[in-house]
């Protein structure tokens, strides 16, 4: 698709995140009122919630963005999101006679802070790229025996806190846990000393379910995409994880990007996931191409100190789709929700560049990685900030996604009474 041009002239930059091709869905603050749902293009933010509020927009159902969240939005389903796009498109192109009367309309982004783009109904996160889970497995297995024996047939996952999932720019507390130290037969109650992020797309869920979906019906309930750091205490997973899995070493954040892509914005980049090594059972074939080619890279900037890129990948790495993930997390019948967070799982490629996590990119800490100011990490210290970054490259324009950042904070202090 070529790109479209708009009368705002910094969504025209071939580098601009923003353009017309995307119009992403976020919630700001600021400029003389609360949150509201908002659409970024440019440098740019289009108050849709005043426009509704001035009878602007002609939406099947009334107060669609009375409340700062898109949920009630995404419930009217994609022919609504198709006609509100296009309403949209027409409006901020070249050349539109929409141009005197929307102008007022428009934020600068610089001047306002983003929020939560949705409300959170139910988080997953899944564990679905062969390059990463191959990396884990080998590290603590050996690499004769790195993927389980249900990896390749089905697509992992646990179910998450939604309470936790927060915004780009919001903190992380150091997690307090039961870790066992290597020296040591029994546990000790610390502060994670193995922080650690995750690089991973989140699916924003915009119809509910009930029963079991197909790949194709699951495709068409996604109403876009965020980018994801799934925050990870490595030594209070390692102590807890067996035999149900994740539990408190995810539970601190999970930290999402503010703007929600649309998935229509993403249909030019769609490519297929890679060849299986074991087919899968039928009601997980993909009608078509169902992963993305988005670009991704995570930095990491330590306190006081400049950024350092450390890993880059592309999420068209992945073995399983959101599609297939959604699809799989129906056949119990599980009823699916409006704003249902499915995360991608973490997002390594082939090279150690292309690692998604600093487990994996200092194989579990015995190969420290360097930074730009010649400190070296292991896992996170206090005060680091990690950036997480995406964007589909198109010819003269990109989708971008916005940065998706956090920094660490020390641990509280241990409770009162606790007792290591």
Not at 334 to 342: A, E, N, S
């Amino acid at each position: 698709m070529p790109p479209m041009r708009s009368w705002i002239e910094s969504a025209n930059a071939p580098e601009a995140e923003f353009p017309l091709n995307n119009l992403p869905c976020g919630v700001f603050s600021g400029a003389g009122g609360g949150p509201r749902c908002g659409v970024a293009i440019g440098e740019r933010i289009l108050d849709v919630a005043a426009l509704e509020r001035d009878g602007r927009l002609d939406l099947p159902a009334a107060g669609v963005f009375a409340a700062p969240a898109w949920n009630a939005f995404m419930a009217l389903g994609p022919a609504a999101w198709a006609d509100f796009r296009a309403t949209l498109t027409a409006l901020l192109a070249e050349g539109a006679a929409a141009r005197d009367w929307l102008a007022p309309y428009l934020v600068p982004q610089d001047a306002v802070r983003l929020h939560l783009p949705f409300a959170v109904a139910e988080y997953t996160d899944f564990y679905a790229s062969r390059h990463h889970a191959f990396n884990v497995g080998a590290m603590f297995r050996g690499p004769g025996n790195a993927l389980p024996p249900n990896w390749l047939s089905i697509p992992v996952g646990y179910n998450g806190r939604a309470s936790s999932v927060v915004v780009s720019g919001t903190p992380v507390r150091r997690p307090w846990g039961q870790i066992r130290p290597a020296d040591a037969d029994l546990p000790v109650f610390a502060p994670s000393r193995r922080l650690d992020f995750e690089l991973e797309l989140g699916a924003v869920v915009g119809q509910p379910s009930e029963g079991m979906v197909t790949v194709a019906q699951a495709d068409a309930m996604i109403f876009g995409f965020v980018l994801l750091n799934d925050w990870s205490a490595r030594d209070i997973q390692a102590w807890e994880y067996q035999p149900l899995g994740p539990f408190q070493a995810k539970a601190t954040a999970t930290t999402i990007s503010p703007w929600i892509v649309p998935k229509a914005a993403l249909e030019p980049f769609r490519v297929p996931t890679p060849p299986r090594e074991r087919p899968l059972l039928p009601y997980l074939a993909e009608p078509g191409p169902m992963l993305y080619d988005i670009a991704l890279e995570v930095a990491l900037t330590p306190a006081g100190g400049g950024e350092t890129v450390i890993s880059r990948t592309n999420y068209r790495e992945m073995y399983y789709s959101a599609a297939q993930q959604l699809c799989h997390h129906t056949t119990s019948g599980c009823p699916m929700r409006v704003g249902d967070l499915l995360g991608s799982g973490t997002i390594s490629g082939p090279r150690r560049e292309n690692r998604g996590s600093l487990l994996e990119l200092s194989w579990g800490g015995r190969e420290p990685l360097a930074l730009a100011s010649g400190e070296t990490r292991s896992f996170l210290e206090d005060g680091d900030t990690v950036t997480l970054r995406g964007w589909a490259q198109g010819d003269g324009y990109r989708i971008g996604f916005g940065a998706c950042s956090g920094t660490g904070l020390p641990a509280h202090a241990e409770p009162a009474g606790a007792g290591r």
